[in-house]
């Protein structure tokens, strides 16, 4: 609890062009979550140099992350919109859970097996034991709940056996936290490959439609989206390409994927497939338009950054002391 509400934190890599996936299946959860809970949305800039990064780029892209954040329509005046990397209470708390995980247990990670086959030249030990710097994220502000995309799930139960290990050990130090899947839309897959999950480090660009896409691009892509042959309007694993589409359309709506195939029975993929790219313009060309203007406003953001980095460093700092006491580091001489 923090001023009375429950805790929410999540964050994103600055890694590459968001895609709708990581729009549909996290950033629009956040916003409809940040009413009720205190959040800590934070662009994990850390954990992007788990993988080799240009700084320049991996300066602009963390920027215009935060900024999309914002735009999407969290104020961050009242969410703390922050760098994980002005808060050194992350790396900090991250060295102690280290020593609170086993190897067998990062060993069993899926992300980290994917990663290392795809950066066979650096399977760095960052790259390992980035699972718990997620949990330090976590953990650092005691959330109670962790909105992301079902691919994030395998770290969430890592991250909660961590805090109940060192919990067991130590007392009730950390909460333990729930996570948030939303309804639909937690798990978009690619247009080109509906077996694979839409991703922005795809090297097909057609796969994924990007939030900066242009409402002509969203269109071309959504019409040659990968279906299948059958032509019968149904919501089933067995046709994962239309599937996928339903689910897109139903997320950006709001309509359930029931409501969707009742809407669509009887009629051809080719007009369904035109109404997907309709409802996806439409619920990006507001977040454009708004990241448009906040990118220009380099005062008003700098002042945002300022501002929650020192709110996230107040609080985390809270949770580290405590830590830092229960295993044994000396105190400070005040
Ligand atoms: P990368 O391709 O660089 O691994 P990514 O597109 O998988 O990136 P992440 O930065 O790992 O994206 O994820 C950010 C958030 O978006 C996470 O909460 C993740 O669960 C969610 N997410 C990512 N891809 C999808 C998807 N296809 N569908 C739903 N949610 C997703
Ligand atoms: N690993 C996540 C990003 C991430 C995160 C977090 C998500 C880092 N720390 C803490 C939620 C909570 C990813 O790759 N999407």
New binding site residues.
Partial sequence: MLDGKKVLF?G??A??NL?L??Y???LKNWVTLSDEYECFYSVVDMHSITIRQDPAELRRRARNLLTLYIAAGLDPEKNCIYYQSHASGHAELAWILNCFTYMGELNRMTQFKDKAAKHADNINAGLFTYPVLMAADILLYQADVVP?????MQHLELTRNIAERFNNIYGDVFTIPEVYLGKV?????SLQDPSK??????ENPNGSIYLMDDPDTIMRKCKRAVTDSEANFCYRDEQPGLKNLIDIYSACTGKTPDDTVKEFQGRGYGEFKVAVGEAVVSVLRPLQEEYARLSKDKAYIDSIIKANAEKANYVSSKTLRKVQRKVGFPDRIR
Avoid at 185 to 189: D, F, L, R, T, V
Avoid at 197 to 202: L, Q, W
């Fill in positions: 999540s994103m890599q890694t590459g895609t996936g990581n549909l299946g996290a992301v995309g079902i691919d994030q839309g937690a798990k978009i897959m999950k839409m991703s922005k480090s795809d």
